[in-house]
T-cell receptor
Framework: NAGVMQNPRHLVRRRGQEARLRCSPMKGHSHVYWYRQLPEEGLKFMVYLQKENIIDESGMPKERFSAEFPKEGPSILRIQQVVRGDSAAYFC????????????FGPGTRLTVL | ELKVEQNPLFLSMQEGKNYTIYCNYSTTSDRLYWYRQDPGKSLESLFVLLSNGAVKQEGRLMASLDTKARLSTLHITAAVHDLSATYFCAAGDSGTYKYIFGTGTRLKVLA
């Protein structure tokens, strides 16, 4: 059973470009979470999704950021018109419906905005 | 709003010594998790604590949960260099599937 997969692992964008981050959850996991981690800091919750539904996006900036988890394919975190402050590691985690087992994290995507 | 605090933020300790990392959370939570993160790497799940009085041990690490005090501890016994990493606790927001992370404790074990 493959773990949580994220790609790309590293992404470099210039200011004003779009960044698209992908996450494939573990098999059998219907819950996907996105977190942002700045250097030397903890993880900040961004959004929680189930298939075709955004359940909680209270941690997402109101502008430029969006997320989806379509019926088919990976979850996507999209950042439009990136700025230098968006540079961070973005982690995806997945969990099964049973919250008792916790989350499993992907390797992360390290976004650098030039 | 659920808030999670860890202390200490930084911990430098000698090999062979014991120490405890504390994780306090502000409102009722029905689940508590501990993770380890090595520099530049992802998070590795260490413990899942789901009930008051739960205690779990793996090697030199032992985690416990006191829901009445809203406190979880991660105890390190006879530290070794390989335990050097950042340790995070996360509390589940009751009634939701949301997880709130603490700020992390950066542990450095000196030979």
């Amino acid at each position: 059973n493959a773990g949580v997969m994220q790609n790309p692992r590293h992404l470099v964008r210039r200011r004003g470009q779009e960044a698209r981050l992908r996450c494939s959850p573990m098999k059998g996991h219907s819950h996907v979470y996105w977190y942002r981690q700045l250097p030397e800091e903890g993880l900040k919750f961004m959004v929680y999704l189930q298939k075709e539904n955004i359940i909680d996006e209270s941690g997402m900036p109101k502008e430029r950021f969006s997320a989806e988890f379509p019926k088919e394919g990976p979850s996507i975190l999209r950042i439009q018109q990136v700025v230098r402050g968006d540079s961070a590691a973005y982690f995806c985690a997945s969990s099964p419906p049973d919250s008792g087992v916790g989350q499993f994290f992907g390797p992360g995507t390290r976004l650098t905005v030039l | 709003e659920l808030k999670v605090e860890q202390n200490p933020l930084f911990l430098s300790m000698q090999e062979g010594k014991n120490y405890t990392i504390y994780c306090n959370y502000s409102t009722t939570s029905d689940r508590l998790y501990w993770y380890r993160q090595d520099p530049g790497k992802s998070l590795e799940s260490l413990f899942v604590l789901l009930s008051n009085g739960a205690v779990k041990q793996e090697g030199r690490l032992m985690a416990s949960l006191d829901t009445k005090a809203r406190l979880s501890t991660l105890h390190i016994t006879a530290a070794v260099h390989d335990l050097s990493a950042t340790y995070f606790c996360a509390a589940g927001d009751s009634g939701t599937y949301k997880y709130i992370f603490g700020t992390g404790t950066r542990l450095k074990v000196l030979a």
